[in-house]
């Protein structure tokens, strides 16, 4: 297989990903998160580069530590997950950027930690990358209902008799591993990117909370393969090349819900909308 076919079912890959890690990070607002840990995992990946090592396991093991260490902050009293995750954020890129600094003089790949490279990625790159997608499409086919539940309606959730850590473990579980295994391609920088950007414009354009994960699997696919073809059209940056079309595909979402917001509000005032009281199925970003 070309290194680029390799790049495009990697990308590929990483867009069907954000369909679960990316939906899981918009409706229960991990966005923070989740650029925290990408960013986190920076050291992981020095250490690793250093010892001569797989980098992709140091990022992973270091992810399994600052889920921990965030978790601990978290239950600080008057602290909370935002301030655990900024706190988490700081340390871990601090101490990546000290770690290769004291090692520049060995080779560290420094750009391809913070910026990727889909174009560089292996096939164990790609093969970690499907395992992620298809322990993360179990999960979800386990624990989606408890997941929803919990989401929106925590209180109710507690009263059923459920149990949340189960439900937090699972999801951090999920937002780790797509987070981690999108760094070869493209970086701690612009690895959220990907992952969140299509989910949040699937939000934003989806009927009911039920198509979130097929449009944002398809919007994924879709900017991340456009941008691959542009970043080779016009021998441009193929990971900023990705994450510009994923921001566009966002924006353009948001112009579609307003002109159809804005189209449903008029039609009302005419008398021609929906009957009043009469439910709705658009989801809204906010």
């Known amino acids: ?3 680029f076919a390799l790049a495009t079912l990697e990308i590929a890959l990483l867009g069907l990903l954000s369909g679960i890690a990316g939906t899981l990070i918009v409706l229960r607002r991990r966005s923070f998160f989740a650029v925290a840990l990408s960013h986190a995992t920076f050291p992981g990946g020095v250490i690793f580069a250093v010892l001569g090592w797989n980098l992709l396991l140091g990022q992973a093991l270091f992810a399994c530590l600052l889920v921990a260490i965030m978790t601990l902050l978290a239950r600080v009293p008057g602290q909370g997950r935002q301030v655990a995750s ?3 954020l700081a340390f871990g890129f601090a101490l990546g950027t000290l770690l290769s600094s004291v090692y520049s003089g060995i080779g560290v790949p420094v750009e391809a930690l913070l910026v990727g490279s889909p174009l560089g990625v292996s096939t164990g790159d790609v093969a970690a990358t499907a395992a992620t997608l298809i322990g993360g499409l179990v999960l979800l086919a386990l624990w989606w209902r408890r997941i929803l539940l919990h989401t929106f309606d925590a209180v109710g959730f507690r009263a059923s008799g459920f149990r949340e850590w189960p439900v937090e473990l699972v999801v951090t579980i999920v937002i780790a591993g797509a987070v981690v295994v999108a760094m070869p391609a493209v970086g701690a920088i612009l690895g959220v990117a990907i992952i969140i950007g299509p989910a949040a414009a699937a939000r934003a354009v989806a009927p009911s909370v039920g198509w979130i994960p097929p449009i944002a699997a398809v919007l994924g696919v879709g900017s991340g393969v456009l941008g691959l073809w542009a970043s080779r059209a016009f ?5 900023g090349a990705v994450g510009v079309a994923v921001t566009l595909v966002f ?8 002109l159809r917001y804005g189209g449903t509000v008029l039609a009302r005032r005419r008398g021609d909308g929906p009957a009043p009281g009469r439910a709705t199925t658009e989801v809204r970003a906010g």
């Open 235 to 239: 021998d441009i940056a193929a990971g």
């Open 251 to 258: 924006l353009l979402a948001l112009a579609v819900r307003a």
């Open 1 to 3: 297989m070309s290194y």
């Open 86 to 88: 900024g706190i988490v």
